[in-house]
């Protein structure tokens, strides 16, 4: 049975990012299409992670440099699949029924943290694979070290999955019965976030102190983190004896733990007929006396925030985007050295609007709102309701959260210009109304594609999500093209506001001319199906 269950796993995985609907051609060039944009993602990490090692591995031994880099695989690797574990191990919609069918849990389990092991060896590979080619640029490896090598990549990988289960079975014991479920997990998602951008940008920083104090980082590493170092010194001297203990404990651990988390897996498992889903019920008196836009965007709002994926993948920026700006506006001092490390970008109220709007760029609620809801899509779309309405609502609800977020971020932005003595009046104006603008561009956009390409048939958010193809394709053509847009106004600060002014003009009547078309759309989607 394991095995029939992990041939499912697998046929999701590459059947996931493709809606069904697609025939011929444009089945192809959408596999085309998704396959380029992994490629892309995985090369801009490759590169980014070899300058990286080209600096350490000049200063570090081999032993040292590659406990290194298992530190920095598992960091990457963990931040991309903690609470991906704690989602789609502990809380799918068919959990219910695979239990209660002769089937071990243990094979559900599995099943499920293979086809999330394959994703989580993408992420560690970005980092892991040029770590290993800069090794071989600097040192003569011989085929032993690459027999080695690519063992420890697995085995990096296996542990990494295993503290991400223990650590989501543990999130999930705790958080089984708590009403704002998905807040808790939100915020220890930004804190993980907050942490990665303070190593991210005091990398440099942190790569000048190992410089200067290689001795004693390499003591540190051999005294107090033994088990990562001598892990290290097996791929670099060859140690088939430290190999072989290294497979049987990590291995070993995982095989503890999933046997544990199978016993137990009734007292983690969230029921989908009891309390644990009460926060999906919407009451009648929710909804009296409002009018039908209001109450569909209530339900919009309710959907987002009762829903950790969502919010997470779809519309983290909002929460981050003020919380950078805050730490700017309290501590200028970093703007200050950022502009120095990157001479050409001036310190304008304008260049603080680019930098809101590129944020904003990564909010894409409204491009997955209607493939979020699934079938159920048709239960609201089957009441006595404009379809157009239905699509606006799901807009509008991208529209005040984000606009909402950049407001504050403005704010934030307009006490750090007078701050850096750089405000103006007119630059503060549209330092508010640019974004909001975007937003509204992004949001009509964003529900209209949706609609033209909805998928319908994802059985829960990270299929919808995470690995919707279309989804993917809006917010890395949305970034470039706020980018490309917002350039202008970077290279020519003497005419940045009047850029910004006409970049403003230009998304309101865009998205003026979406909202006329979202009448065709909704009619031909409800009709469609």
């Known amino acids: 049975m394991f095995w029939k269950l992990l041939r499912l796993r697998f046929i999701e995985i590459f059947t996931a990012k493709i809606n069904t609907n697609t025939k011929g051609k444009k089945k192809v060039s959408s596999r085309i299409i998704s396959l380029l944009v992994m490629l892309y993602v995985f090369v801009f990490f490759s590169f980014s992670f070899a300058n990286t090692f080209n600096q350490i591995i000049a200063f570090a031994e081999p032993a040292l440099y590659l406990s290194v880099v298992f530190c920095l695989a598992f960091f990457i690797t963990f931040m991309g699949s903690v609470f991906t574990v704690q989602y789609r191990v502990f809380e799918p919609k068919d959990n219910d029924l695979l239990l209660s069918l002769p089937i071990k849990p243990r094979d559900i389990i599995l099943s499920r943290l293979m086809s999330i092991f394959v994703y989580s060896l993408l992420w560690e590979a970005a980092a892991y694979v040029p770590a290993i080619v800069v090794w071989a640029r600097f040192e003569k490896l011989n085929f032993s070290h690459y027999i080695f090598a690519v063992t420890a990549f697995f085995l990096l990988g296996i542990f990494t999955l295993t503290v991400s289960f223990i650590i989501a079975a543990f999130l999930q014991r705790v958080t089984r019965n708590f009403k704002n479920k998905s807040a808790v997990i939100t915020v220890l998602s930004v804190i993980m976030m907050l942490g990665y951008f303070v190593v991210y940008y005091g990398f440099n920083s942190i790569i000048r102190v190992f410089a200067d104090n290689v001795d004693k980082v390499a003591n540190v590493f051999s005294t107090y983190l033994k088990p990562i170092y001598y892990f290290g010194k097996t791929v670099a001297e060859n140690n088939f004896l430290y190999l072989s203990i290294s497979i049987f404990i990590i291995v070993g651990l995982f ?275």
């Open 255 to 529: 095989l503890i733990i999933l046997y544990f988390v199978s016993k137990n897996i009734s007292k983690l498992n969230v029921k989908t007929n009891g309390k644990a889903n009460k926060k999906f019920e919407h009451k009648k008196e929710d909804y009296n006396q409002s009018s039908v836009v209001r109450t569909l965007i209530k339900k919009e709002r309710k959907r987002f925030l009762s829903s950790s994926v969502y919010f997470l993948n779809a519309g983290l920026g909002v929460i981050l985007t003020p919380i950078i700006f805050l730490v700017l506006a309290i501590y200028p001092n970093f703007v200050l050295l950022f502009s120095t490390s990157f001479g050409m970008m001036p310190l304008t109220p304008a260049t603080f609007c680019v930098l809101i709007m590129m944020l904003m760029s990564t909010v894409f609620i409204s491009a997955c709102s209607i493939t979020v809801e699934g079938k159920s899509f048709w239960i609201v779309s089957s009441l006595p309701i404009n379809p157009r309405l239905l699509l606006i609502s799901k807009a509008l609800n991208h529209i005040i959260l984000a606009s909402a977020s950049s407001l504050i971020s403005s704010l934030f932005a307009i006490v750090l210009t007078i701050r850096l003595g750089v405000s103006d009046a007119f630059g503060s104006i549209l330092l508010i109304i640019s974004p909001i603008s975007l937003n509204i561009l992004i949001a009509f956009a964003g529900v209209l594609v949706d609609a033209i390409n909805p998928r319908l048939n994802a059985r829960d958010e990270v299929k919808a999500i995470k690995q919707n193809v279309t989804v993917g394709i809006f917010m890395f053509i949305a970034l470039i093209i706020v980018i490309l847009l917002t350039l202008p106004a970077l290279m020519l600060p003497q005419y940045s506001s009047l850029i910004l002014l006409i970049e403003t003009i230009g998304f309101l009547l865009i998205s003026g001319i979406i909202l006329l078309l979202l009448k065709r759309v909704a009619n031909r989607l409800i009709l469609k199906n």
